[in-house]
């Protein structure tokens, strides 16, 4: 069975609220509004992939894990409801460059099931995923977040005035049972780092999208840049090596600073009315070019526990292009157009100094 800080997997209820709060409680509080802001934007993506039926919507949990001085990573994915066929060719397009392991949830035991060995997806799940972890390390590191980057205030609005409203019933199922995945069935058993592979989306012709729609605000004196972790631009550029289309998002925030907790999207309108999106997709070169920059240090509270400063590289916004704004009744459209390269206009850092928020109050 898998073991947890919370206790066996088996004894944990994922509809039970008290179990959803301390789960999702566990992590530092801009994770949490990240689950929101994530909540948001697949409502959006969900009205694009409405009216643009050539895409589907892969419904899995995809994670990286890598361990120091290995080779080869590997992508555990936690399939939700995919359909098959889908299924299928993409953990064959990972396994050009991954060892993959499939899981599913078998709400019966209520624990995590795998294959019997790594690339033997199309066999039986019937072993304990933490079973199969613990043959390779046998003592788990449960990560300690920093108190520092928990703020207990912002928890409790991200989950009991957005999240739990709006999943509802869906709470446990979508959003509880991915972060115990990566938290306590994936990152415990791997020293080399973990990062998510964002929706995967498949078109019609079999091409493979990544989307990722990160929530951030520029920097810079100058011309204005964004940074990317330069670990999940190395899995970007692994996936892009075999065929992937890595699409990059930013949904811009209006206050440019940390400060401000994500209710403002539900309860400031003006505030909501300055949100603006940009992205492209970057080719597999791009990405290369990328890494080769010299690695910036972020803050220690920019990390998973707030204990270790993060590598990143960065790229100007200006090289982003334009998807429209959170009001936008077009933007569903938008994203579709910016996903087959039919985006014109580039943002500019005009735009995105013109709707910063330079009034109000931090919370």
């Not at 409680?25 to 934007?41: R, S």
Request: proline fraction near 5%.
């Amino acid at each position: 069975m898998l073991p947890t800080p919370l206790g066996d997997i088996t004894t944990l209820d994922l509809d039970d609220p008290v179990t959803q709060e301390t789960v999702l409680y566990h992590d530092k509080h801009q994770l949490l509004e990240g689950l929101v802001v994530e909540d948001v934007v697949d409502q959006i993506l969900d009205q694009m992939m409405a009216r643009q039926r050539s895409l589907s919507r892969l419904n899995v949990v995809s994670v990286v894990a890598a361990s120091k001085g290995a080779t080869t990573r590997t992508v555990f994915v936690l399939d939700q409801g995919a359909s098959r066929d889908e299924l299928n060719l993409y953990l064959a397009r990972l396994q050009h460059e991954f060892l993959v392991r499939l899981v599913r949830y078998d709400a019966g035991s209520r624990d995590f099931v795998t294959h019997a060995g790594p690339n033997a997806w199309d066999g039986p799940l019937e072993v304990s995923l933490g079973d199969a972890l613990r043959e390779r390390e046998p003592n788990p590191h449960f990560c300690k977040i920093d108190e520092s980057i928990k703020d207990a205030m912002r928890q409790r609005r991200g989950f009991w005035g957005y999240l739990s409203g709006s999943c509802k019933s869906k709470l446990g199922r979508a959003v509880v049972l991915p972060r115990l995945f990566k938290n306590f069935a994936v990152q415990p058993y791997f020293d080399g780092g973990v990062w998510d592979v964002d929706r995967v989306l498949l078109g019609k012709s079999g091409r493979f999208y990544v989307m990722e729609v990160k929530h951030k605000f520029p920097f810079g004196a100058g011309r204005l840049k964004f940074g990317i972790n330069r670990g999940s631009a190395n899995v970007l550029y692994a996936l892009s090596r075999t065929g992937f289309c890595c699409f990059h998002a930013i949904m811009v925030k209006p206050y440019w600073d940390d400060m401000h907790s994500v209710t403002y999207l539900f309860n400031e309108l003006e505030t909501r009315k300055r949100v603006v999106f940009c992205g492209r997709i970057f080719t597999e070169s791009e990405l290369q070019e990328l890494l080769r920059q010299p690695s910036s240090r972020s803050p220690a509270k920019t990390s998973l526990t707030g204990s270790r400063t993060l590598d990143y590289v960065s790229f100007h916004a200006s090289s982003l292009y334009r998807i429209g704004s959170l009001d936008d009744p077009e933007l569903p459209a938008q994203f579709a157009r910016a996903l087959i390269g039919q985006l014109p206009e580039h943002i500019s850092d005009e735009d995105l100094r013109s709707s910063r928020m330079r009034r109000g109050k931090p919370e």
